[in-house]
């Protein structure tokens, strides 16, 4: 172990640094860090809802029009 006598807090911190790091999508990572999560399962929390906001931000702009019997969607961006 690269830190033995380490605390449970410093211990779940550096998880938790490290988990905010490896997050590939910039503006994903920036709203974490301004989130200031105290810990690793609250910054796991918070990356989750912010992704199923933006899941379903992106699927609301979708809308599916119906005419004649026909089904097509209609993507807008």
């Known amino acids: ?3 033995p006598n380490a605390t449970k807090k410093f211990t779940n911190t550096l998880a938790k640094n ?3 790091k490896a997050i590939n999508n910039k503006t994903l990572r920036i709203k ?4 200031n999560p105290h810990t690793l399962s609250e910054a796991t929390q918070i990356a989750t809802r912010f992704k199923a906001y933006k899941t379903a931000k992106n699927k609301k702009k979708q809308s ?3 005419s004649s019997g026909k ?3 209609n ?3």
């Open 64 to 66: 599916f029009h119906v």
């Open 32 to 35: 974490l860090k301004k989130a």
């Open 1 to 3: 172990m690269a830190y």
């Open 71 to 73: 089904t097509k969607a």
């Open 75 to 77: 993507h807008s961006k």
């Open 18 to 20: 490290h988990f905010i």
